[in-house]
């Protein structure tokens, strides 16, 4: 029997735009997954609480804008981990909870090239999958620590251009902020969703 593949979208998803879901379905398309699990991060270590919004609203409208694609889910396993969320220790959950699965890890490229500052690196380049997902023209010369990992996993660690992540999370919240349209940039469902609780309003 064929294993099952899981693609696992980690970000902050503030908010989740159509850049991501775009990346997502190309992600399922290109490494064969069955589902794509989208899990918006609880309390990321590199980022100050006032940064970020609340993550019920995030995880909100993670849920609301996966909801019509049949193979696309929402998770809350980070938002409900106390303290700092680690992407190691989510990794090692799903592989609990799914032992027989190949876990595809999606996330951007910048973040993606700080990995080595990431809680365990080594465990988690040994354990799963990971897809740094890029927009087009995007370049930053990789460390010599960076270029020796990428030669050590080339079988595990995969780059992938998708053109609609010239939409960006910040962008968004900043054309909030100053009044500019968002349409067409995130399911209306979600723009709805920022609108009527006033996300992203001021500073
Ligand atoms: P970020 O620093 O806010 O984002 C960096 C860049 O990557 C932004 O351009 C962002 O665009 C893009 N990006 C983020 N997630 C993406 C995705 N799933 N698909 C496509 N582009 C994406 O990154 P973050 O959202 O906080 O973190 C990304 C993931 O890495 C999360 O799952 C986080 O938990 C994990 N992480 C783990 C550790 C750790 O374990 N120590 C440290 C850092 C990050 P948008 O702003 O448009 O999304």
Request: net charge neutral; glycine share 4%.
């Amino acid at each position: 029997m064929k294993h099952q593949r899981i693609a696992v979208m980690g970000g902050t998803f503030d908010p989740i735009h159509y850049g991501h879901l775009v990346t997502a379905e190309a992600v399922m398309y290109e490494f064969q997954t069955d589902q794509v699990l989208f899990i918006p991060s609880g309390q990321p270590p590199h980022k100050t609480q006032r940064e970020v919004s609340p993550a019920n609203h995030r995880y909100l409208m993670t849920l609301l804008a996966t909801e019509t694609n049949p193979r696309f889910f929402c998770s809350r396993i980070e938002i409900e981990r106390t303290g700092y969320t680690y992407t190691v220790d989510t990794i090692r959950q799903l592989k609990k909870l799914y032992p027989q699965a190949e876990i595809y890890f999606i996330t951007g490229a910048d973040a993606f090239s700080e990995i080595l500052t990431w809680k365990n690196p080594a465990e988690l380049l040994n354990s799963c999958h990971l897809v740094a997902a890029s927009r087009p023209g995007y370049s930053r010369t990789a460390s010599a620590a960076m270029q020796q990992v990428l030669q050590e996993h080339q079988k595990t660690v995969h780059i992938l251009e998708v053109p609609a992540l010239s939409i960006s999370s910040s962008d968004i919240r900043l054309r909030v902020m100053q009044g500019q349209p968002i349409k067409y940039l995130l399911p209306e469902i979600v723009e709805n969703y920022i609108y009527k609780h006033g996300l992203y309003c001021r500073t």
